[in-house]
């Protein structure tokens, strides 16, 4: 069944509402009641949903994680768990990643391990929310694969709210249309739907499967660059030996055992943009069209070559390193862009009010206000309807034909065929899209840690209790010595991060430095017994916390504290989003930067508030993931707002190993040390 | 039948989005703990190297999550659960003082639930606001710190030291959040918060 309408016509909030997760997670009125297979949506998870931004789905750090979650809630036995896992793995095609991490995913692979996690749950219903908009067309068509096949197999109602329904039509079997005020207007077989209501799915703006592409809206702007249209032969932006490292994940750089270095994206490449021009950037997703157009704004530094624009710009040109960020807004007053994730670049008051593709299209708007020389865009149609189609793209070939240089990255065939040039990234690209298996794994601590993070909690509490009875610079001395070689044995064993000392070192000198000022007496033998009193049991507990795996954490904290799974289940699921909250971190650091160019001067605001401002957009991205979250994880049985009649199983458990034991006597003996050499002073 | 939506649960009791948003909170906050860390902070505690107690006037930056998550979530055990996940992504990421925060983010989050549950989780002024990131600071301060980080300063300084971490408690910490939490209202971010409505 496929239920379509023009954006905002509520389509997703019905999807929620069948699936029991509305009440919880917004606010209104609901009237009326919702039964599914005779049971009130609301009171129990009977009904899978799948949403369409698949990285709000990953709850997990790996897939088998991942998968398990729904099993979890449903407090299934963790013995059977990995049957079900590998079965769901397999019908939805995905059995390739089992075992990996959900951040080394693409797009794709991640849609099809969420629809894994749904599909585990073997619910009699299956409600889908544009779970192919953000992907590309090969990854779209395996993961329709994935769908029709796990509805065949499971034998399972399906829900699809679509607004492109070409690819769908052959598997569906009735459509149902909503209006732009979320009146049903339409329901029947699929094929007498299309029949008779053609002219109305027109209307609203539904994509059929039609001989003829959407033609774009004719808008008119004023010219500005007739110069360099004239001198077209003249490129506005040009590549010269360019190579570009995909930036090591910072959660890498700060947790990872050993040091991952960037991977080369592009390896010298040349290009140029040319005024009055189209250039479409295409290739599959994963391959590096975002990379690529970031760094012609600077947003990606490159690790060699050049970016130079056309001189009459004035602009920097751009070379191995970050911008400043006077640099950045020179950038923003000739450039126009239109990012991935479009709300950003919006005033955030307005955005809020927009969806995905009402976003985008207003973003497109209001990068041509200061009619740009540039034009740069990632995706702008994703989530357009036909109608919306026509008016971005009708902007976008007007501001063509006005002499700007228009860069756009895309996976859209309309417009691909609409563009004068068309550049495709899987052939400049160092490597292509590496299947998972010889993808580089990030070396996490994960698997690898051989002791318990409970352990190292423990552990640390034992030092701090012990260092209380630290009053000697001898016992100071002679505790930190013993920690030291401790720790150094221990180092054949288990891989620690030495670097993290750094900032733990800083902060004992610190301590020792101001006890000498602050301390009547002066005198330097208190001051150093002050610091290394600290160091006794801050120095070994960074090093032990490097080993601390956050899953595993979460196992321990509820397993064996006995924490509240629901607080702890949440806690665990939100790390999974640091990485993604650091990348966007640095991207509105730089749109911030980049809007100040396009300001009026005199409106320029100081670098504190604009800092101030950026923290709080993060924040606020920070709870439109939370809010989607908390959707997909609701319709995967995490129900904290009800009680549970059997608590929730944990399907890795909490094991506690011998070598906890081992680290607990040993830092017992080291932590008891110095009270040992209190009591033998006398 | 007709459902409102907020007679259905119970009003103390946690929705799957007041655990998200907390937790989603704590990881903003560790994100910008991480940059702050990495790049302010050394700079700052250099600067204050020659009057140390003045160093604690950047206590309040740390004291922010469990405030914000308060006035947000007005639920008891938001302010304790989002500061203390704040500090395990601190300890897990490395940080100066290692499982420390954990014992200092259980003080902080105790010391603001405290201020809210005295006001019965009904009033969420700037004031409150204040006087939570004051009595977080100095329950840290007075239980914790003046026993371990600065036992050896004199009593005139380490009430110098308590002065400054009350103030940055209640100035960045009350205040700071409260301005926090009006901006992200103002944006649309807190629609299924009654703080957003």
């Known amino acids: 069944m496929l239920l379509t309408g023009p954006s905002g016509s509520g389509k997703s909030t019905l999807l929620k509402a069948l699936a029991g997760v509305l009440s919880s997670t917004e606010v209104g009125e609901q009237n009326g009641s919702i039964v599914v297979d005779g049971v009130d949506a609301r009171t129990e998870a009977a009904v899978g949903l799948l949403l369409q931004e698949p990285s709000d789905a990953m709850v997990a750090e790996s897939v088998t994680r991942d998968v398990a979650f729904g099993l979890e809630n449903r407090s299934l036995s963790p013995s059977l768990m990995p049957e079900m896992i590998a079965k769901a793995l397999r019908e939805t095609g995905i059995s390739h990643v089992d075992g990996g991490r959900t951040n080394e995913l693409s797009g794709g692979e991640m849609q099809r391990v969420a629809l894994a996690g749904v599909v585990a749950m073997d619910h009699g219903l299956l409600l889908l929310d544009e779970p192919t908009s953000m992907l590309d067309s090969q990854a779209a068509a395996q993961v329709r694969e994935g769908i029709v096949n796990t509805a065949r197999s499971a034998g399972a109602t399906v829900v699809l709210v679509e607004h492109d329904v070409t690819d769908w039509l052959e598997h569906v079997d009735r459509i149902l249309v909503l209006s732009p005020d979320g009146k049903l207007v339409a329901d029947g077989a699929t094929h007498s739907v299309l029949v008779d209501h053609a002219e109305l799915l027109d209307d609203l703006g539904t994509w059929l499967p039609r ?180 008016d971005v793209v009708g902007r976008l070939v007007a501001a063509r034909n006005a002499g700007t240089t228009v860069i756009v990255a895309t996976h859209d065939p309309a417009l691909i065929q609409l563009a004068d040039r068309v550049i495709d990234v899987g052939l400049l690209a160092e490597t292509n899209e590496s299947s998972f298996a010889e993808r580089p794994s990030s070396a996490h601590s994960s698997g690898r840690s051989r002791i318990g993070p409970l352990a190292v909690l423990a552990a640390s509490a034992l030092l701090l209790v012990g260092s209380f009875a630290v009053t000697t610079l001898m016992a100071a001395a002679v505790g930190v010595a013993l920690e030291a070689v401790a720790l150094a044995v221990a180092s054949i064993w288990i891989r620690f991060t030495w670097r993290r000392l750094i900032p733990g070192v800083i902060a004992v000198l610190s301590i020792a430095i101001s006890t000498w000022l602050l301390n009547s007496t002066h005198s330097p033998v208190i001051a150093a017994t002050a610091g290394l009193r600290v160091a006794f049991f801050v120095l070994p507990g960074v090093v032990l916390a490097s080993t601390i795996n956050p899953s595993k954490l979460g196992d321990h904290l509820a397993g064996r504290l006995r924490l509240p799974d629901n607080a702890v289940v949440a806690a665990v699921a939100a790390f999974q989003q640091f990485e993604r909250m650091v990348i966007s971190w640095r991207e509105l650091r730089f749109i911030a930067a980049f809007r100040t160019g396009q300001l009026q001067s005199g409106k320029r605001s100081s670098s504190l508030s604009r800092s101030a401002a950026v923290a709080i957009a993060m924040v606020s991205e920070a709870f439109q993931i939370a809010s989607r979250m908390s959707v997909a994880m609701e319709s995967r049985g995490y129900r904290p707002h009800l009680d549970r009649a059997q608590p929730r199983t944990w399907m890795f458990g909490a094991p506690w190993l011998t070598s906890d034991t081992i680290l607990l006597v040993v830092t017992a003996a080291i932590a008891a040390v110095p009270l040992l050499i209190r009591l033998s002073s006398g | 039948m007709s459902v409102s939506t907020h007679s259905t649960v119970v009003r103390s009791r946690w929705r799957s989005i007041d655990f998200l948003t907390a937790a989603m909170l704590s990881v903003a906050f560790g994100v910008l703990f991480w940059a702050f860390d990495s790049f302010v902070y050394p700079v700052v505690s250099l600067a204050f190297v020659t009057f140390p107690p003045a160093a604690e006037l950047t206590l309040g930056v740390w004291l922010l999550p469990a405030v914000v998550a308060a006035l947000i979530i007005r639920k008891p055990g938001a302010a304790l659960f989002t500061e203390f996940v704040a500090a395990n992504i601190e300890l897990i990421l490395g940080n100066a003082w290692g499982f420390e925060v954990l014992i200092s983010a259980i003080l902080q989050g105790v010391g603001v ?85």
């Open chain 2, 113 to 197: 639930e405290i201020v809210f549950a005295l006001f019965l989780w009904k009033r969420f002024g700037a004031g409150i606001a204040a006087l939570a990131g004051a009595v977080s600071a100095g329950l840290e301060i007075v239980v914790l710190e003046w026993w371990s980080h600065v036992f050896d300063y004199d009593w005139a300084w380490k009430l110098a030291f308590l002065a400054a971490g009350l103030i940055s408690g209640a100035v960045i910490a009350g205040l700071g959040g409260y301005a926090i939490v009006r901006s992200l209202a103002r944006s649309g971010a807190l629609k299924a918060f009654p703080a957003g409505r």
């Open chain 1, 211 to 390: 001989k003829s592409a959407p033609v774009p809206a004719e808008v008119s702007l004023e010219s500005v660059h007739s110069r360099l249209v004239e001198e077209s032969n003249q490129p506005s932006v040009e590549l010269r030996g360019v190579t570009i490292e995909r930036v090591a994940s910072p959660l890498n750089v700060t947790t990872s055992t050993s040091s991952s270095s960037g991977r080369v994206v592009f390896r010298d490449v040349n290009l140029s943009f040319y005024p009055g021009q189209i250039t479409a950037v295409v290739g599959a997703s994963g391959v590096g069209k975002s990379t690529l157009v970031s760094a012609i704004l600077g947003l990606v530094p490159i690790s060699s070559g050049q970016i130079i624009f056309e001189t009459g710009l004035g602009l920097p040109s751009m070379s191995p390193r970050r911008l400043r960020p006077k640099e950045i807004s020179r950038l923003g007053q000739k450039l126009g862009w239109v990012p991935q994730n479009a709300q950003r670049i919006l005033e955030s008051k307005y955005a809020q009010k927009l969806s995905g593709g009402e976003s985008r299209r207003a973003a497109v708007e209001r990068a041509l206000e200061h009619q740009p020389a540039v034009l740069v865009m990632d995706e702008p149609t994703i989530g357009q309807d036909r109608n919306s189609w026509k």
